[in-house]
């Protein structure tokens, strides 16, 4: 097996605000994995909070090497192997690399054995839900803009709250839609108090879910809101990889797993089992990234009550064609083996 790459910074078409951050490029890193001429493709997308860069998923990538695996389908050994490439080094970050090859092989796997993955794993594709698409933090004039613009295409709105004027913002969307609203703060709210206020507000406006309402390690807090909130608390940022999913318990009724954070669909699957096991919901997101890595993250579709799939939406230079598609707001799985990608130009 050979594996090349190239970074791929990816534009973005509006700048984006959330609480904390504004920005209107993502650093991104295209790979490729080929065997016996097949080729999967994955993707390192590094939003500058989760310390990966560019240089770092490239210097990962420079050390892994896997010319000494012939079957691509022993995907338990190999991923094995790239997990534990840097445990030398005890402060590393390389989720988005390690999810890039994990992505890369589950898409040389599928085609391989002809099958999409979703269909490796078992999953009924009948049973993906609405995907949100998120708004950014920005003028009423421009929110209601944006609103208008996607009103139709999607079912439900993601809305980035956390910040002063909240309510203005959710009242201007009110003003031209009145789908169904999930917000996330950002642990943008201070206190569980102000968080719970806010929260027994945003249920008279038709929001069915808050994500990440508290800074990420105040579990105290979150475990008092997450005894008296009237709607669902997932979180995003205090939830990495699948040893979270056991110590957030109690502190959530459910958890966002993103291929970025955790490394990919092998540790995504173990913490959609870990969530079941412990009675929590299951939201699936993603961050701005291409066709590649958002297909591969709705592999696992089937399994989530909240999808969250739209960062390929928001980029203006997405390198892939085919993949999922998003159908009368629902997410809807490709049927081609591995993800279905089709490059639109020579990629690597
Ligand atoms: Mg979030």
Same mark, same amino acid.
């Given at each position: 097996m050979q594996l090349s790459f190239r970074p791929y910074p990816l534009q973005l078409q509006h700048t984006f605000t959330v609480s904390g951050c504004s920005r209107s490029q993502t650093p991104d890193v295209i790979i490729a994995i080929t065997h016996q001429g097949v080729t999967g493709y994955g993707e390192a997308s590094m939003?500058?909070?989760?310390?990966?860069s560019i240089q770092s998923v490239c210097a990962f990538l420079e050390r892994v090497d896997l010319s000494s695996f012939n079957d691509p389908l022993r995907t338990d050994d190999i991923l094995t192997y790239v997990m534990h490439? !840097? !445990? !030398?080094?005890?402060?590393?970050?390389?989720f988005a690399a390690k999810a890039a090859i994990d992505i890369a092989l589950h898409d040389l796997v599928g085609q391989i054995l002809g099958q999409p993955i979703w269909r490796l794993f078992g999953l009924?594709?009948?049973r993906c839900t609405y995907t949100t698409y998120t708004i950014g933090i920005d003028t009423p004039e421009v929110v209601k803009q944006k609103v208008r613009e996607v009103e139709g295409r999607f079912g439900r709105l993601k809305v980035k709250v956390g910040v002063e004027g909240d309510r203005e913002l959710i009242k201007s969307i009110r003003e031209v839609s009145d789908l169904p609203l999930t917000v996330d703060a950002n642990q943008g709210w201070t206190s569980a108090e102000e968080a719970l206020r806010q929260i027994e507000w945003l249920q008279t406006q038709g929001v069915i879910m808050v994500e990440q309402p508290l800074p990420k390690h105040n579990l105290e807090g979150l475990r008092w809101l997450t005894e008296r909130s009237p709607l669902p608390i997932i979180l995003d940022e205090s939830v990495q990889g699948p040893e979270d999913v056991v110590r957030l318990k109690g502190c959530c009724h459910g958890i966002n797993i993103k291929l970025m954070k955790c490394g990919g669909l092998a540790p995504a699957r173990l913490m959609v089992q870990l969530a079941r096991l412990q009675g929590m919901q299951v939201m699936l997101g993603c961050m701005t990234e291409t066709t590649c890595a958002v297909t591969a993250a709705a592999q696992l579709a089937p399994c989530a009550d909240y999808l969250d799939l739209d960062g390929n939406l928001l980029i203006s230079n997405d390198p892939f064609r085919g993949g999922i598609q998003v159908i009368d707001g629902r997410v809807t799985l490709q049927t081609?083996?591995?993800?279905?990608l089709i490059p639109e130009f020579r990629v690597l």
């Open positions: 939003p500058p909070y989760l310390g990966e490439l !840097d !445990d !030398d080094e005890p402060a590393a970050h390389n009924t594709p009948e081609e083996p591995g993800l279905g």
